[in-house]
């Protein structure tokens, strides 16, 4: 299971209606809750859905591919 904490910002698979593909976390646990950052509209994802979707997190000043992103208590320099 990744680790993803209140306040990360990510990207999904899919981008808003709105136009914009970044997220805010702002609830963890069985059910993710997200704020589209464009629009500020918020959404439910079921944890098993939202691991689908994401994409991309963003950590400092770099988006880190999900495929790479081991959690923030990790360097992210290794691989």
Request: with cysteine.
């Amino acid at each position: 299971m990744l680790k993803y904490e209140v306040g990360d910002i990510i990207t999904l698979k899919k981008g808003h209606p709105c136009g914009e593909n970044k997220w805010e976390i702002l609830r963890t646990g069985v059910d993710i809750k997200l704020k589209c950052l464009g629009c500020d509209r918020q959404i439910w994802l079921t944890r098993i859905e939202f691991e689908k979707r994401v994409r991309k997190i963003l950590v400092g000043e770099k988006w880190i591919s999900i495929v790479h992103y081991k959690g923030k208590d990790h360097d992210h320099t290794e691989e």
